[in-house]
T-cell receptor
Framework: DQQVKQNSPSLSVQEGRISILNCDYT??????FLWYKKYPAEGPTFLIS?????DKNEDGRFTVFLNKSAKHLSLHIVPSQPGDSAVYFC?????????????FGTGTLLAVQP | EPEVTQTPSHQVTQMGQEVILRCVPI?????FYWYRQILGQKVEFLVS????????KSEIFDDQFSVERPDGSNFTLKIRSTKLEDSAMYFC????????????FGAGTRLSVL
């Protein structure tokens, strides 16, 4: 049941350049999307989110774009820093649902090279 | 900054034994979750808990699993008779209120079933 997909298992970027991480979803009932960052031996850390009523949300170096018609979202990190190296998970939920459970993608390992 | 705390960080058990994984959610949070991540796979929803009862559970959460909030602060996940395939990272998460959809995760408990 792959309702949320991250098709790139890994991405390597030079420090200072832009990192673009992509995520696709299939369930049109999802109305809230989140990006989490995860280091080894730690839990997922919330990064940024977007509601389905918006198409862009920005927070410092991080911007999330949502294309509802394509059921696609992306996370842009600019400029990328070595400390951004981690696994990034896209997650989706239905805020009107019973529980707001999160459905996660498989993650993308970002490596930012100094 | 308040955080979700999970203990132990690593639990080793023999197949067939009972284990209890413990979580202390953020103090003013009202909705609680358990997720798991089998090595190399995505983070999967197990169960959500609100107002002292389960609000939703996945098909993974069978009769061997139970959750409890015994004292208003701890939130526990019990596996009655562990199987080899229960080996995974187990993450606890919480949110403040239904309208606030950002789930905050603990660092996880690594469960190893031998």
């Amino acid at each position: 049941d792959q309702q949320v997909k991250q098709n790139s298992p890994s991405l390597s970027v030079q420090e200072g350049r832009i990192s673009i991480l992509n995520c696709d979803y299939t369930n049109s009932m999802f109305d809230y999307f989140l990006w989490y960052k995860k280091y080894p031996a730690e839990g997922p850390t919330f990064l940024i989110s977007i509601s389905s009523i918006k198409d862009k949300n920005e927070d410092g170096r991080f911007t999330v774009f949502l294309n509802k018609s394509a059921k696609h979202l992306s996370l842009h990190i600019v400029p990328s820093q070595p400390g951004d190296s981690a696994v990034y998970f896209c997650a989706a939920s239905r805020r009107g649902g019973a529980t707001n459970k999160l459905i996660f993608g498989t993650g993308t390992l970002l490596a930012v090279q100094p | 900054e308040p955080e979700v705390t999970q203990t132990p960080s690593h639990q080793v058990t023999q197949m067939g034994q009972e284990v209890i994984l413990r979580c202390v959610p953020i103090s003013n949070h009202l909705y609680f979750y358990w997720y798991r991540q089998i090595l190399g796979q995505k983070v999967e929803f197990l169960v959500s808990f609100y107002n002292n009862e389960i609000s939703e559970k996945s098909e993974i959460f069978d009769d061997q699993f139970s959750v409890e909030r015994p004292d208003g602060s701890n939130f526990t996940l019990k596996i009655r008779s562990t199987k080899l395939e229960d080996s995974a990272m187990y993450f606890c998460a919480s949110i403040q209120a239904e309208a606030k959809n950002i789930q905050y995760f603990g660092a996880g408990t690594r469960l190893s079933v031998l």
